[in-house]
């Protein structure tokens, strides 16, 4: 069951790291929280009919394996999940792109910490994976002039706050109904978005039909699928090892950027996803001896 846990939230890093290339596309024309809004919405509705279609099936393994209902926790892990994403478009004005994915990537070691502070028990091989992946992860995201900025400490706390939203994630996903809680927390996403758009922004709809591709993918792919194959996996993958998994969005952006955007990857860079690589599967390690 780990491997299927593995094989998801690398899937949901897989959906995370391409809608880079339609986040970059998308904001040609749109704010940060009006594409964020449209995005969400995008992943609601979508979201919303699987939970519809599949209603009766969810009731009988409710029943069976005795899952609570997800709405409630998926509405509180749905704020936690908007004030990192509104923290990262914040900082993003003040910081490099590099940057935000090294700095909010930092939920790698947050978690085993937070684990262990929940009284998980955390490997010495998760250590060393989380290592090994952060060093990685440096060398593929920042360059050598590595200066601290406003934007940076911003980037800084967002990293807590996504260790929040995983630690949730773990300490629920065996225990409720997943669909409800993937629906709600993308629900909740979307109202303080569209809040804030109209707060912050002056909302432009023809800009939002000009850039329905980027939205599409976005919503559907990264918030509604990738959200939820988080929340699936998490229940298979201890917290820790989710965290390695789940930073793989930065390989799986590295790689959509050279294909879609013509994007060239340094030595330096290619040698940052070998070792985020070495990194994932000295995590597993325990899991590989015992497929051996």
Do not use: H
């Amino acid at each position: 069951m780990q491997i299927k846990g593995t094989l998801m939230l690398l899937g949901a890093a897989f959906f995370w790291g391409t809608t880079f290339v339609a986040q970059l596309t998308g904001m040609d024309e749109l704010e940060p929280f009006s594409y964020a809004a449209a995005r969400y919405l995008m992943g609601f509705l979508s979201l919303l009919a699987v939970l519809i279609y599949t209603r009766k099936s969810r009731a009988v393994e409710r029943r069976q394996k005795n899952y609570q209902r997800g709405f409630l926790i998926g509405l509180l892990i749905g704020v936690v999940l908007f004030i990192a994403t509104s923290m990262q478009q914040i900082a993003l004005q003040y910081s490099t792109a590099g940057k935000a994915a090294f700095i909010t990537c930092l939920y790698i070691v947050f978690v085993p910490l937070g684990a262990k502070f929940l009284g998980k028990i955390i490997r010495r091989e998760n250590w060393i994976g989380a290592s090994l992946a952060i060093v990685g992860l440096y060398l593929l995201a920042v360059g050598g002039n590595f200066s601290v900025q406003a934007g940076d400490v911003i980037l800084f706390v967002s990293a807590f706050v996504w260790t929040v939203q995983i630690l949730l994630i773990d300490k629920f996903a065996s225990k409720v109904d997943l669909m409800e809680l993937s629906t709600a927390q993308i629900f909740i996403t979307t109202i303080l978005s569209f809040v804030a758009m109209f707060a912050l922004e002056t909302p432009n709809l023809t800009a939002m039909i000009n850039s329905w591709f980027p939205i599409l993918y976005g919503g559907v792919m990264s918030s509604g699928v990738a959200f939820t194959l988080q929340n699936y996996g998490q229940r298979y993958a201890e917290p820790s090892t989710a965290a390695i998994l789940m930073s793989f969005e930065a390989i799986f952006g590295a790689l959509a950027g050279w294909f879609f955007l013509n994007e060239v990857m340094t030595a330096r860079e290619i040698f940052g996803c070998i070792l985020m690589l070495i990194g994932m599967l000295v995590t597993q390690w325990t899991l590989i001896k015992k497929s051996w």
